[in-house]
């Protein structure tokens, strides 16, 4: 590819321009068309942005702050962090990082690669960048915002100026990132020259729904696809879209917003001696305790703050001990199957009033859902793939709160309140005839099921292999049918199953992986894209070590040559993975 001149007359400063010229002759040619608008605007600093992300929520956030950059006459240039080297990030002048922290307090995939250069010894100084930081992340995990953290301490370790503070957001971040961006953007601004640009050109196409302005769908479908006696429960439901003037993409997430189990609720009013009755403002509504606890707070899992509450209040030796202690594995070795009502069941002398314990307990948050169905061949309708999460513990039945509200508490008159996630990401590869690998154990066949509907309605001709498994044959072969006819018709080239308990000893995907690597590698050399779907924390990591085992036998390489393979493949998105 041709580098292009950056003219002279454009106002950019020497190290904007050596960067701008090194940015352009590595990048893909999507990449090249919008450093070119920056060069045609021919005004406006230039801010970079750059997002770190695993389901799409900082990427949004980024194209929120890139319009109000641009309504402020600046040039913002938008990039994921695996479209960036190291050398082009130290020659930035202007740098806002949005980014989501993942796992436990670890980087999202696609900002790993740029991090793990970043935080090295030989990394650059970068005493010319001006930054600030913008922290997704979750107040329930333990390493709340770290990889926003991370970054904010190691650009200041490397002699960036933080121009404003880190803002670190919860799961409901939108206030917070608005207010970020508001703040940041003018500060970002001060003293540049600006672009003459009518900022109504610039506004950005917001989307009609969202976490904070629902869809209300109706359930259309509810099928249990385990058998009857399996182990498992996994169900298959699909939610009208109708005249909603919604729309989808396979790889995108469906979130749904639940509510609590009436049971539950009961038995919790009733543990801490309250009548349900009780009036409290919600959201500046007043409301019954008993409506407030069924739709707006999180009663399942316990927060910090009620732990710790009902130590103090119970001067428990145990619990005081543990937290004490600080030790977050033992206290999440006691803490696990242990719900709000086990904890309160501990003490049943404690008493609340409903306005105090509403001021312990956390909002009740959306679940993400892995959409199962292309939205080109179900226009109208949205598919999930969902195990229902049940279990017995301390004498109880437990259940997860969503996944057991579209499973027990929905019919075709509830109204269900829904907002997708784009996963931009993870999507089939744009060339139809490239081939593509699908590892989705469980109910991580989701969103492969939604590739396989798409590459079925787009002809194309590029291959397609599944890795499925689940713990028994005869019972947990889901979507066996519509699976086996994908073979017949061919849209389906290659299929390995991998049944974990049929047999004495385990059998896992990445078993299947390794009996088939030749084959294996063999795709990913004609360029194939390499996808993985489900449990994060066993599966996904086993599958990543056995995928860098493949690449080092198959193409004869060494272990370090293996990663660099790998990393080339996140780089190039032919290796992305939604897991969870
Ligand atoms: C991007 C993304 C995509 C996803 N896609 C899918 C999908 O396609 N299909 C799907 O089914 N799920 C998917 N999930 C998971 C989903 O969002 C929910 O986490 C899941 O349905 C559980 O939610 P719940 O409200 O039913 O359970 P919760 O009320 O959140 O309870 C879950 C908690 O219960 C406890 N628990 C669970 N099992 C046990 C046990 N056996 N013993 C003791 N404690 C236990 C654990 O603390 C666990 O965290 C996805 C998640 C993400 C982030
Ligand atoms: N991080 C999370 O919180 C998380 C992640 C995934 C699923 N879940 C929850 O678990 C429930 C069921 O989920 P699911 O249907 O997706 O999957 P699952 O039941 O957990 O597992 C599906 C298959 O993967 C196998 N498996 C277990 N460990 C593996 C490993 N290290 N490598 C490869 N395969 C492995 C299982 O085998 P064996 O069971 O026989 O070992 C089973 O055959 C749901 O409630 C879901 O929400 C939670
Ligand atoms: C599997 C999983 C692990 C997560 N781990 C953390 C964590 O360790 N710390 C944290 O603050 N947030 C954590 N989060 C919350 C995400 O950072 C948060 O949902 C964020 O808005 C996601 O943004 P993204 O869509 O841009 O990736 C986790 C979320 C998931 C689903």
């Given at each position: 590819m041709k580098t292009p001149k950056i003219p002279d007359n454009t106002p950019y400063s020497d190290t904007q321009r050596a960067w701008l010229g090194g940015f352009f002759a590595g990048m893909h040619s999507h990449m090249l068309q919008s450093a070119q608008v920056a060069n045609d605007q021919k005004d406006g600093r230039i801010i970079n942005i750059l997002y770190g992300t695993q389901t799409g929520n900082a990427e949004s956030v980024a194209d929120d702050t890139a319009a109000t950059a641009r309504n402020h006459g600046l040039t913002p240039i938008v990039k994921s962090m695996d479209e960036i080297e190291i050398d082009q990030l130290a020659?930035?002048?202007?740098?806002?990082?949005?980014?989501?922290?993942?796992?436990?307090?670890?980087?999202?995939?696609?900002?790993?690669?740029?991090?793990?250069?970043?935080?090295?010894?030989?990394?650059?100084?970068?005493?010319s960048l001006r930054f600030s930081i913008l922290a997704l992340g979750d107040t329930s995990y333990d390493e709340y915002c770290k990889a926003g953290i991370d970054w904010d301490n190691r650009l200041v370790g490397?002699?960036?100026?933080?121009?404003?503070?880190?803002?670190?957001?919860d799961v409901d971040?939108?206030?917070a990132a608005e207010k970020w961006i508001t703040s940041v953007i003018p500060m970002m601004a001060e003293g540049a020259t600006v672009a003459i640009e009518s900022p109504s050109a610039d506004k950005k196409d917001k989307a009609k729904f969202s976490r904070k302005n629902p869809y209300v769908s109706k359930l259309l479908v509810n099928r249990l696809l385990t058998a009857e006696h399996s182990?498992?429960?996994?169900?298959?439901?699909?939610?009208?879209l109708a005249d909603s003037g919604l729309s989808y993409e396979a790889g995108d997430a469906l979130n749904i917003i639940p509510q609590n189990c009436p049971e539950l609720v009961a038995d919790i009013i009733k543990a801490i001696n309250c009548t349900g009755d009780e009036?409290?403002?919600?959201?500046?509504?007043?409301?019954?305790?008993?409506?407030?606890?069924?739709?707006?707070?999180e009663i399942?899992?316990?927060?910090?703050?009620?732990?710790?509450?009902?130590?103090?209040?119970?001067?428990?030796?145990?619990?005081?001990?543990?937290?004490?202690?600080?030790d977050k594995a033992k206290l999440s070795d006691y803490l696990w199957g242990r719900d709000t009502l086990d904890l309160l069941l501990l003490f049943p002398e404690m008493e609340f009033s409903a306005a105090e314990f509403l001021a312990l307990l956390k909002p009740l948050q959306h679940r993400a859902y892995s959409i199962s169905s292309s939205g080109k061949a179900h226009p109208e309708s949205v598919h999930l793939t969902v195990a229902s999460v049940r279990?017995?513990?301390?004498?109880?039945?437990?259940?997860?709160?969503?996944?057991?509200?579209?499973?027990?508490?929905?019919?075709?008159?509830?109204?269900?309140?829904?907002?997708?996630?784009?996963?931009?990401?993870?999507?089939?590869?744009a060339d139809d005839d490239l081939p593509i690998i699908m590892v989705g154990p469980g109910t991580g066949i989701a969103p492969f099921r939604a590739f396989l509907q798409e590459r079925e309605f787009r002809k194309a001709k590029g291959k397609n292999w599944l890795l499925f498994g689940d713990r028994n044959e005869a019972t947990d072969y889901i979507y066996r049918d519509e699976i086996e006819a994908m073979q017949q018709t061919g849209v389906l080239s290659r299929l390995d199953l991998a049944f974990s308990r049929d047999q004495q000893e385990k059998i896992y995907v990445q078993d299947r992986m390794r009996e088939n690597a030749q084959e294996m590698f063999s795709w990913l050399e004609l360029g194939g894209y390499f996808y993985v779907c489900g449990d994060a924390n066993y599966m996904a990591k086993d599958v990543d070590k056995a995928l860098h085992k493949i690449i080092e036998t198959q193409g004869n390489k060494t272990a370090d040559q293996a990663i660099e393979y790998v990393n080339h493949l996140k780089k190039e998105k032919r290796y992305v993975r939604d897991v969870y």
């Open positions: 020659a930035m002048e202007y740098l806002l990082i949005i980014t989501s922290t993942y796992g436990e307090g670890e980087m999202p995939d696609n900002a790993q690669l740029l991090w793990d250069q970043v935080s090295a010894d030989s990394a650059p100084k970068m005493d490397l002699g960036a100026e933080r121009i404003y503070d880190r803002m670190d957001c971040f939108e206030d182990t498992k429960e996994t169900r298959h439901y699909e939610f009208c009036d409290e403002p919600v959201n500046g509504e007043l409301m019954s305790f008993t409506e407030s606890l069924l739709s707006h707070y399942k899992l316990p927060s910090k703050e009620l732990i710790q509450e009902i130590a103090q209040r119970s001067g428990d030796q145990t619990l005081n001990n543990l937290l004490e202690a600080n279990y017995q513990s301390h004498e109880r039945e437990h259940k997860g709160v969503c996944s057991t509200y579209i499973a027990d508490l929905i019919d075709d008159q509830t109204d269900v309140k829904i907002f997708f996630s784009p996963n931009k990401s993870f999507r089939v590869p």
